[in-house]
């Protein structure tokens, strides 16, 4: 069994002890992280190496960044999204490990929708779009997990009418999201829970975590190859409840080995 998780950690340094808590409590064979916010070598490598795990960053200062750690040894094979060589963003990292080919995503946020943000969020989906069709080619067994900052059903969402407006629940993104499933991927929670309301994002303000006013944003997508060793997948709770948490908790799947 491989056991696969993703996690916006908001700031891997300020999360470290969340972060090495859960690690050693879950015990992810991989587990992909965005929102670093840090550099290559601002990031906690001997701790997460202690933990045993090998790791592969794209980083950027203060904000973005994306990291890969894994039992197993890595080989990236992307880091950055193709597409647009002028996006310096770090956005975007991919590797094989543990026999699949993984992909870490922060996928821009695009607020507010009347400014250039929410055109480079659809433009990236477009990218990654591209990019995913080309990865099925490979016949490899491919999850695609990240924060995807796309809220996909209305019952994904405390309150949709409050996020109508919202780039994360915009027709505009949630179409993007459906056409890269289209390709030929499959949404792994959806795939274990097709009826089940979760959230895996609860914002600080207004006390939404209390409230649990969340809204589900991270994703996995899982290529027909890794669908079919599909066993679990679910939503961990249990970090966003921790002192000076992430405002997202991890979501995890599990395939046959």
Known sequence: M??????????????????????????????LLQ?????????????????????????????NGVAILSRDPLEITQEGLPGDPDDQQARYLEARTAGIRVASIYLPNG??????????KLDWMDRLKVHAATLLKTEEAIILGGDYNCIPEPRDCYDPKAWAG??????????????IVALGYYEAFREIHPQRVAYSFWDYQARAWDADHGIRIDHLLLSP?????????????EPR???KASDHTPVWCTLAA
């Open 225 to 237: 190859q890794a669908v079919d060793l599909l066993e679990d997948c679910d939503i961990d709770r």
């Open 2 to 31: 491989v056991k696969v998780a993703t996690w916006n950690v908001n700031s891997i340094n300020a999360r470290l002890p969340n972060a090495t808590a859960w690690i050693q409590q879950a015990k992810p064979d991989v587990l």
């Open 35 to 63: 929102e670093i916010k840090c550099e290559a070598d601002k990031f906690p490598l001997l701790e997460i190496q202690a933990l045993g795990y090998h790791c592969a960053i794209h980083g950027q200062k203060s904000y």
């Open 111 to 120: 607020n507010p929708v009347d400014t250039p943000k929410f055109q480079y």
């Open 166 to 179: 919202d780039a994360l629940f915009k027709p505009q993104t949630r179409e993007a999201l459906r056409e």
């Open 241 to 243: 409840g921790q002192p």
